[in-house]
């Protein structure tokens, strides 16, 4: 029912600003911090 581009939108917006999820990896410090 819903597509694939909703769903994405979704879980982007589920996320902590969902950008590093939807990238590979913009800021290595944050992921860093976050791990």
């Known amino acids: 029912m819903t597509s694939a581009t909703d769903n994405r939108k979704t879980v982007h917006r589920t996320t902590n ?8 990896a913009p800021k290595p410090q944050t992921l860093a911090l976050k791990l």
């Open 17 to 24: 600003g969902g950008d590093e999820e939807h990238r590979p």
